[in-house]
């Protein structure tokens, strides 16, 4: 059974940074291509960054040039590096495979707000 543990979440002001970290049991990454997603309160669960196995990223609009996601199969980790943050990222950040994911971690709450 996958289990995968999200952290590095909190409250910072609009223009601040988070880096988020997921640890996955198991040795999912170097199979898999991960993703992390986020649910805003009142809307669905969506994607923001999609990295493969082979080291190509995607990334939603509303987060280019902001979002960095990058992993280390050592370590089974993959990490989101938020800079530049707006009260519209508010939500709870969650990391599976992409595009089929598997059970969900707990997530990392990520509030932005001054």
């Known amino acids: 059974q996958v289990q995968l543990v999200e952290s590095g979440g909190g409250l910072v002001q609009p223009g601040g940074s988070l880096r988020l970290s997921c640890v996955a049991s198991?040795?999912?990454?170097?199979?898999?291509?991960m993703a992390w997603y986020r649910r805003a309160p009142g809307k669905e669960r969506e994607w923001v960054a999609i990295?493969?196995?082979?080291?190509?990223?995607t990334y939603k609009d509303s987060v280019k040039g902001r979002f960095t996601m990058s992993r280390d199969n050592a370590k089974n980790t993959v990490y989101l590096q938020m800079n530049s943050l707006k009260p519209e990222d508010t939500a709870v950040y969650y990391c599976?495979?992409?595009?089929?994911?598997?059970?969900w971690g707990q997530g990392t709450q990520v509030t932005v707000s001054s």
């Open positions: 990295l493969s196995n082979t080291e190509s990223t």
């Open positions: 198991g040795s999912i990454f170097r199979a898999n291509t």
């Open positions: 599976n495979t992409f595009p089929w994911p598997r059970d």
